[in-house]
């Protein structure tokens, strides 16, 4: 006899106010939908949006990749975002300017993209 083993369903609450974090990269982008605290609600990838390879890294992969955030961020009824941006890859823009045209309110744009201050010194010169 199998043994049934039962999942427990999702609660989906209301969120009136999130955040997105875009991750991009010279490779792919990350797109992150979280509430206030910082739990994550959803996320989508350009590679898991269907694109590979150069296409992934495209502005118009980063644009449907935020579609489908958009898409989970209404189930969620979120009607607020912060958007933080991080990297220096090509779907930085795209992927706000498709969210920009969702109806989805946003309060701020960040660019949250770490700033190299020329870190530890460097390892001595190896002598043979």
């Known amino acids: 006899m199998a043994q049934v083993t039962s999942r427990r369903k999702k609660k989906i609450t209301n969120v009136p106010k999130g955040r997105i974090y875009v991750q991009s990269t010279f490779n792919n982008t990350i797109i992150t939908l979280t509430d206030s605290n910082g739990g994550v609600l959803g ?8 694109f590979r390879g150069a296409r992934k890294s495209t502005p118009y992969a980063a644009q449907v990749a935020m579609k489908s955030v958009i898409d989970k961020a209404q189930t969620f009824q979120v009607e607020e975002v912060d958007v933080y ?39 001595k010169p190896r002598r043979v």
């Open 43 to 50: 996320w989508e990838t350009a590679g898991h949006s269907g």
């Open 85 to 123: 941006v991080k990297g220096v890859g090509s779907g930085r823009e795209s992927a706000v300017r498709a969210l920009q045209g969702s109806g989805i309110t946003v309060t701020g744009i960040k660019d949250i993209t770490p700033i190299a201050h020329n870190g530890c010194r460097p390892k």
